[in-house]
């Protein structure tokens, strides 16, 4: 059992900066994804970022430039640098782990998603004014 635990989450101006950040107890496959989702209230869990094994990354068309996705050194971290965050920013983000790649994002959001599929708990963003 893959556990994640995200942490970082809090309260924010609009134009600030935040980093999440999200550790893996362990990786059961060699080839994974892993990807930070988000969720407000009343709105659909969408796709933020994601990094691939070889340190590829992808983005949200809408947090393109703004955030951006790292792999800690010691390999059991994973970060989410968020800047000049928005109104629209305020959600649940939660880290998952995905088996195979990061392609697999839409279908994670479309509930599709695999038994493979390990998500955090989440930690909670609120960009104020």
């Known amino acids: 059992q893959v556990q994640l635990m995200e942490s970082g989450g809090g309260s924010v101006q609009a134009g600030g900066s935040m980093r999440l950040s999200c550790v893996v107890s362990?990786?059961?496959?060699?080839?994974?994804?892993m990807g930070w989702f988000r969720q407000a209230p009343g709105k659909e869990r969408e796709g933020v970022a994601g990094?691939?094994?070889?340190?590829?990354?992808t983005y949200a068309d809408s947090v393109k430039g703004r955030f951006t996705i790292s792999r800690g050194s010691a390999e059991n971290t994973v970060y989410l640098e968020m800047n000049g965050l928005k109104a629209e920013d305020t959600a649940m983000y939660s880290c998952?782990?995905?088996?195979?790649?990061?392609?697999?994002?839409?279908?994670?959001?479309?509930?599709?998603?695999?038994?493979?599929?390990?998500w955090g708990q989440g930690t909670h963003v609120a960009v104020t004014s």
């Open positions: 998952v782990i995905m088996r195979y790649g990061c392609n697999r994002m839409p279908s994670v959001v479309a509930g599709k998603g695999r038994p493979g599929d390990s």
């Open positions: 990094i691939e094994n070889d340190g590829s990354t």
């Open positions: 362990e990786y059961p496959y060699s080839s994974y994804c």
